[in-house]
């Protein structure tokens, strides 16, 4: 399999906190690779720093081959890293079409002018668009709720939507963090059948979640991080087996720290 | 069922506001009275390009009278010092004018809300200082006379509704547009709008180059109309009227703006037999209209037209 994100000794620090500490990682192409790890461990920081919106203080990071250290979010983007945010972030004042719409900027190429003059290439790519909207809305199931505002929408299908919005981007890549969090356990259970759904059409994925059964149930390779450094990787059962894993999650009994 | 006046304006409140303002040269108002209305209308665009800056873009503007100021003055000089005819004049300031907005654009990159609003405060005095100062060119506190006009009264009042009417439908159909919806997404959420793709800094530059082109073309109309220039009609309570009249428009709704600015640059008119009393009585007005904006707006009178 072929690497499609790898991230090599990369360090970033706020002030005197180290957030992210010489961290080595890979995502082959195809694998849905979860991160998991304590409160404040740093891995929304891991997003962050891939999606561009932290610059790194050291080490790179390479996205199918290419260097993309330091460049632009909006570019990042362009490439073909879409991400999810751990608190919604959707439009609020829009509707749940346009939010999806947002979604395909990436992909518009029409000018300013096309725009003001209506041409007939702009009411071809408005048509085109449209279709391709109502279809990932069909495929996420929020069809029926197009022309409703993100507002008044509850929280389990925003959480959805903002997965619709990033796959109008047709992204290689997709980084999810935490879109598990807060759902109860239907609404989890249709979200991981939707994000293995979207796995086999070929997107490699980076997943951030607590719901441990979440993890297990759709990541290969899991990576575990504790204050900023990586102390286990593997697959979902030799990680959570390993003791310094349970060490960092549940802490050392009284007897053992003092051996 | 029988067919209801309202139902043929479905969804068409701009046709009747547009409609109204065609035929009134042919009901011949008394000239101040059309003065007021041609003065609305030019306000109207600058109102138009606050919409676009502020209601889809989120970036509030203090200095827009600055922005006209710079679109009437380069009309003026570049008729009289330049000698250009005044059809090349009035292609020429609006572009200059927006080149002007670049600049302006350029500290949105890094300031937000109030910071943003103190900047484009300053610019909008700097133009206005300049002016004053630059007696040779502007004719500074003496103003500035004597330049060509491009149309009679008549033909100029249908020009401006052109132009208004074809600004309407620009901003209209750039708030449908990808564009527009990368503005909108700026003004809501910068960090979700850069990583979705939208390179904020050059979508927020092309708002302000859009913002200033209307404005200048708005400066260049009130040059026209006013045939004289002087720097106290650029002042900063000009950039306040504005943006008034905007807000009293719903922010995102190009026909709102167009009712709102020709609404509240007649309303002092129609006060004035309150004589004394005028300028207490329009402040009320406006504050009594914000205070119920909730039920009685722009939003809440199309859907009236849509419903029946």
Redesign the interface.
């Known amino acids: 399999m072929d690497t499609i994100l790898k991230i090599n000794q990369v360090t970033k620090k706020f002030g005197g906190i180290v957030a992210i500490d010489d961290l080595d990682m890979e995502i082959k192409k195809g694998q849905i690779c979860g991160l998991i790890g304590p409160n404040g461990a740093g891995k929304t920081t891991i997003m962050n720093v891939i ?1 561009g ?1 932290y610059q790194v203080d050291h080490g790179n990071i390479e996205f199918v081959g290419e260097d993309i250290t330091g460049l ?3 570019v990042i ?2 490439k073909g890293i879409g ?1 999810t ?1 751990q608190n919604i ?6 509707t749940v079409f ?1 939010n999806v ?6 992909n ?1 190429d ?1 000018s ?1 002018l096309d ?2 003059l ?1 041409t007939g290439k ?1 009411k071809r790519v408005a048509a085109d668009l449209r279709t391709e909207i109502e279809e990932v809305l069909d495929f996420i199931g929020l069809l029926s709720i197009k022309d409703e505002l993100v507002r008044n929408i509850p929280y389990g299908q925003k959480k959805v939507l903002e997965l619709g ?2 796959m109008m ?1 047709k992204p290689k890549l997709l980084l999810l963090d935490e879109p598990a969090a807060g759902l109860n356990n239907e609404e989890s259970k249709r979200l991981a059948e939707l994000i293995r759904k979207i796995n086999e059409e070929g997107i490699s994925m980076l997943l951030i979640e607590h719901e441990m059964d979440f993890v297990e149930g759709l990541a290969g390779k899991t990576y575990v991080v504790n204050y900023g450094k990586k102390i286990a990787e593997g697959t979902f059962a030799e990680v959570t087996s390993d003791p310094v894993v349970i060490s960092a999650y549940l802490g050392t009994r009284r007897e053992e720290k003092h051996a | 069922m029988k067919t209801k006046i309202t139902d043929l304006l479905k969804g068409k409140f701009i046709y009747l506001i547009f409609g109204v303002l065609a035929v009134l040269p042919i009901i011949g108002l008394p000239s101040y009275q059309f003065y007021m209305i041609e003065r609305g209308m030019q306000n109207a665009l600058v109102v138009l390009s606050l919409v676009i800056l502020l209601g889809y873009t989120g970036q509030l503007s203090l200095g827009h009278a600055g922005l006209v100021a710079v679109g009437a003055y380069s009309y003026g000089i570049m008729c009289t010092i330049l000698g250009l005819p005044p059809v090349v004049a009035l292609i020429i300031s609006p572009v200059l004018t927006a080149i002007v907005g670049v600049i302006l654009g350029f500290p949105s990159f890094k300031l937000k809300g109030p910071f943003l609003v103190v900047i484009t405060i300053a610019f909008g005095e700097i133009v206005r200082i300049l002016v004053l100062n630059a007696v040779d060119i502007t004719g500074g506190p003496y103003g500035m006379k004597g330049y060509p006009v491009l149309f009679s009264d008549t033909a100029m009042h249908y020009f401006m509704l052109i132009l208004v009417f074809l600004a309407t439908f ?1 901003a209209n ?2 708030s449908n ?3 527009g ?2 503005f ?2 700026i003004r ?2 910068e ?10 800094r050059k979508f927020k530059l ?1 708002s302000f180059v ?1 913002s200033a082109f209307l404005a200048g073309l708005s400066g260049v109309l009130f040059a026209n109309l006013t045939g004289y220039l002087n720097p106290d009609s650029f002042a900063s309570d000009t950039s306040a009227a504005y943006l008034l009249m905007v807000v009293i428009g719903g922010m995102t709704s190009p026909v709102g703006a167009v009712l709102s600015a020709l609404l509240v640059t007649a309303l002092p008119e129609l006060l004035r037999f309150l004589q004394d009393w005028r300028m207490i009585i329009y402040g009320l007005i406006l504050f009594i209209y914000v205070r119920f904006y909730q039920v009685i707006n722009i939003e809440s009178l199309k859907k009236l037209f849509k419903r029946r």
């Open positions: 999606t919106v632009p979010s909006h983007c362009e991400r945010f972030r959707l439009l609020n004042s829009q346009d719409r947002l979604g395909a900027h990436i518009m029409i300013l725009v003001l209506n702009n919005r990033v981007a | 620009g159909r750039l547009s990808y564009i919806l990368a909108k997404a809501e959420d960090v979700a709008a850069e990583l979705m793709g939208v390179n904020v092309l859009i």
